[in-house]
Nanobody, 121 residues
Framework: QVQLVESGGGLVQAGGSLRLSCVAS????????MGWFRQAPGKERELVAA????????YYADSVKGRFAISRDNANNMVYLQMNSLKPEDTAVYYC??????????????WGRGTQVTVSS
């Protein structure tokens, strides 16, 4: 059974940085897409960033381009989200996801339980 466990969330002042980590377990993750969603109170879940198995494809939401960077360590089944220049509007629960669907598909299969990121002004 696939398990995804996020870590690295917390409280940070506006302009600060956080690095989220997600470790995947339960199977071989070769060819899996991985990425991060977030959900703020009262809002829909939003895809923030995604990365293909090889790292050759990446996606960023317009709201985080130039501030966030996604990376992965396939040897250790890890995906990371480096978040810089954080803004109060980045406050949300951040969820890791993974699946083996084709790049660009908007269905997602496996989710972590989330980690809270709170950015104070």
């Amino acid at each position: 059974q696939v398990q995804l466990v996020e870590s690295g969330g917390g409280l940070v002042q506006a302009g600060g940085s956080l690095r989220l980590s997600c470790v995947a377990s339960g199977r071989t993750f070769r060819n899996y897409r991985m990425g991060w969603f977030r959900q703020a109170p009262g809002k829909e879940r939003e895809l923030v960033a995604a990365i293909s198995w090889s790292g050759g494809n990446t996606y960023y939401a317009d709201s985080v381009k130039g501030r966030f960077a996604i990376s992965r360590d396939n040897a250790n089944n890890m995906v990371y989200l480096q978040m810089n220049s954080l803004k109060p509007e980045d406050t949300a629960v951040y969820y890791c996801y993974a699946d083996i669907r084709k790049w660009g598909t908007t269905k997602y299969d496996y989710w972590g339980r989330g980690t809270q990121v709170t950015v104070s002004s």
